[in-house]
């Protein structure tokens, strides 16, 4: 029985049946978390919802997300049932502690990670502009030969659980964390290393910050960068994108370029190997 058929089968009798055809047809689980969307008339039976779900679902709490706040993609979170806000989730045989209340957790780059991974080489410096909890930072550490990954976040809650997360994953060694703004740590950064790597998994406007990263950069650094866009606006940013290589005296040799997945109507979160020439 599919998902939404079992949440109709356990709400019959306590919602309307207006109500009831418009009911989620997914859901979101992190570790023992289950998260869901719900719209218009669904929200005056959220509490019945969730605890169909706590019913139907092997987790231990049921959350509503309302909304993402601002740069830092803070989430909005309601608990509607069941214990704590706080799991561990597992992927790639990298374990992710977090609590989602607090900071998002994206598994739907789970490809472009391994992508990565496979990509970094033994001894290689790399610099992760927006580390989050760990997203890249952990499966680079744990799967991989890298000399050292340096992991910057501005987010204070983030950033807890990045530490836990690398004492978890036992990576203490190859990982520094550096907490603030990713533009003024690279600044400084940039005077004693320059990296093999940069990673740059913000897709808000990301060209605000790759003057940042080309502080970091030197012949053959590969910059992975993010960025929103529909089809017919990639040959502008790309083009937005050179230039401010150029200007620093580089060059931009584009090694690849993916859709990772649907972002909003006809938007789509796009990633670009830029090789520095």
């Given at each position: 029985m599919s998902f939404y058929s079992s949440l109709c089968e356990a709400l019959k009798g306590k919602i309307p049946e207006s109500a009831m055809q418009k009911l989620p047809k997914s859901y979101f689980i992190v570790g023992k978390i289950a998260i869901i969307k719900l719209h218009g008339e669904l929200e005056k039976y959220k509490k019945e919802i969730g605890e169909a779900i706590l019913k139907i679902l092997p987790v231990k709490t049921v959350c509503l997300l309302k909304?993402?706040?601002?740069?830092?993609?803070?989430?909005?979170?309601?608990?509607?049932?069941?214990?704590?806000?706080?799991t561990v989730y597992k992927e790639h045989g990298c374990f992710y502690k977090l609590d989602v209340a607090k900071v998002m957790f994206s598994k739907g780059n789970k490809f472009e990670k391994m992508r990565v991974v496979k990509q970094v080489k033994p001894g290689e410096i790399v610099i992760?502009?927006?580390a989050g909890i760990g997203y890249f930072t952990i499966p680079i550490a744990k799967h991989t030969k890298v000399r050292k990954i340096y992991a910057i976040d501005i987010n204070p809650d983030a950033v807890f659980y990045l530490k836990e997360n690398v004492k978890i994953n036992k990576v203490e060694e190859k990982v520094e964390i550096l907490e603030g703004d990713c533009r003024e740590i690279c600044k400084i950064l940039g005077e004693k290393i320059k990296g093999d790597r940069i990673l740059m998994g913000y897709i808000f406007e990301t060209y605000r910050y790759l003057e940042s990263a080309l502080n970091l950069v030197k012949s053959g650094t590969v910059i992975h960068y993010h960025f929103l866009a529909k089809k017919e606006e990639i040959e502008e940013e790309m083009k937005?994108?050179?230039?401010?290589?150029?200007?620093?005296?580089?060059?931009?040799d584009i090694k690849y370029l993916k859709k990772i997945?649907?972002?909003?109507p006809r938007v789509y979160h796009w990633v670009a190997d830029i090789e520095i020439v």
């Open positions: 909304e993402i706040r601002g740069e830092r993609r803070n989430p909005c979170i309601e608990v509607l049932c069941g214990n704590g806000t706080e992760d502009m927006f937005t994108m050179r230039k401010k290589v150029e200007k620093k005296g580089f060059k931009a997945k649907s972002y909003a």
